[in-house]
């Protein structure tokens, strides 16, 4: 009996990880300058938070700039940054808008890439190089359907290339210009030769790095039933990693991964016990936000953004009680930064006050009495500014 205390104890106290931060880094209340955030701030608005002072400023970035839809949707907002900073991208809706120093320069409507009649508009993922865009296309309706995916070379005028129709989820690597794509028909398609090598993947999740291979992952993952698969593009060999989701190469050779909504984990390939590196909750949650990305890093992968949701209400699909946290790690200095659940509850007020955002009574008044963080970031982007 003694024996199975010992046990459980060692399992509760050891072996999960404590709630907070587990790795060795140091917390510091600023990074860089010339680092910033992006973050969508409901379906409209993006805010930027450059990073370089003390807690960081935050700025409303779209609506503030006249980037506002010409229809409601629930579509959230794309973004994606030129590796070198100089440029970033948001779609609000049916509309890009393009940045450079912080001033919007473009926009362009959808209708320019040959997406007609107002019945399409942007998908919520969106690549950067610093000659082309890759985004999608969407039919309004259908929000959880195929969409089509385009790649923009940005010095030209906006173009109807395209391919599809694949799935909500996809991944180009900038460099050889190859689409990994999930849908009516799964596989890699390559804009540069325009060739399309057919491949069943086992899940929808993608990141490539060309020196570590392909990491296949669901976007949500809360059993081990949902594992990460490291596979060779070349030789078609896979290797089960571990059990988790939006599974993403880091620059210090690890893979970081999500476990439900509020864990962040590593390992390296070939080891066969994962670690924590950042606990919102003890134990492992529903995975619930099936609806864009939680876990972001910089084209140079030292940078990882994860923001986590902590709910209550367990058996909703679509939770309305919940409270959001913001954690970000230098992975070269070991350092990062945290915004919990209340520090962001009262950015936001802040924010509201300042008129930077406008919110209804019930959102308000979660701020105000419940001190909950009621909208949480799903897509975000770095912005690295470089010489």
């Known amino acids: 009996m003694l024996a199975c205390i010992l046990c459980l104890l060692v399992w509760y106290f050891v072996l999960p990880g404590h709630v907070g931060m587990n790795l060795p880094f140091r917390k510091v209340d600023r990074f860089e300058e010339g680092l910033s955030l992006m973050a969508n701030f409901g379906t409209k608005d993006v805010i930027r938070m450059e990073l370089g002072k003390p807690g960081g400023t935050w700025e409303e970035i779209a609506e503030s700039n006249g980037l506002v839809s010409r229809f409601d949707n629930h579509s959230l907002p794309a973004i994606a940054a030129c590796p070198d900073g100089s440029r970033y991208y948001i779609t609000v809706g049916d509309l890009l808008g393009i940045f450079e120093d912080d001033l919007l320069k473009q926009i362009i409507p959808i209708e320019d890439f040959g997406f007609g009649d107002g019945e399409y508009f942007f998908g919520y993922i969106a690549f950067a190089s610093q000659e082309r865009l890759w985004f999608s296309a969407k039919r309004r309706g259908d929000l959880f359907g195929d969409c089509f995916l385009v790649e923009w070379s940005v010095e030209k005028k906006p173009g109807t290339r395209k391919i599809g129709p694949v799935s909500l989820d996809w991944h180009v690597d900038p460099d050889s210009r190859q689409v990994f794509v999930h849908g009516v028909k799964s596989g890699i398609y390559d804009f540069g030769a325009e060739s399309f090598e057919e491949i069943k993947w086992d899940d929808s999740y993608f990141d490539y790095d060309k020196e570590h291979g392909l990491l296949i992952s669901s976007a949500g993952a809360d059993s081990t039933y949902q594992q990460i698969v490291l596979t060779d593009i070349d030789y078609g060999s896979k290797e089960d990693v571990t059990w988790g989701g939006q599974a993403q190469w880091g620059c210090d050779g690890y893979i970081y991964f999500l476990r439900g909504s509020t864990q962040l984990w590593r390992i390296k390939p070939g080891e066969e016990r994962a670690e924590a590196v950042f606990l919102a909750t003890k134990w492992v949650d529903e995975y619930k936000d099936y609806y864009g990305h939680a876990l972001i890093m910089d084209a140079g992968r030292r940078y990882v953004a994860f923001a986590y949701n902590i709910t209550n209400d367990k058996g ?35 924010m509201y006050l300042q008129g930077i955002i406008s919110l209804d009574d019930d959102h308000l008044s979660y701020l105000l009495m419940e001190k909950m963080s009621f909208a949480y970031f799903q897509n975000m982007a770095w912005v690295v500014e470089r010489e």
């Open 316 to 350: 909703n699909l679509y939770p309305l009680n919940y409270k959001s946290g913001l954690l970000l790690l230098d992975l070269v200095e070991q350092e990062y930064m945290e915004f919990k659940p209340e520090e962001l509850s009262e950015r936001y007020l802040e």
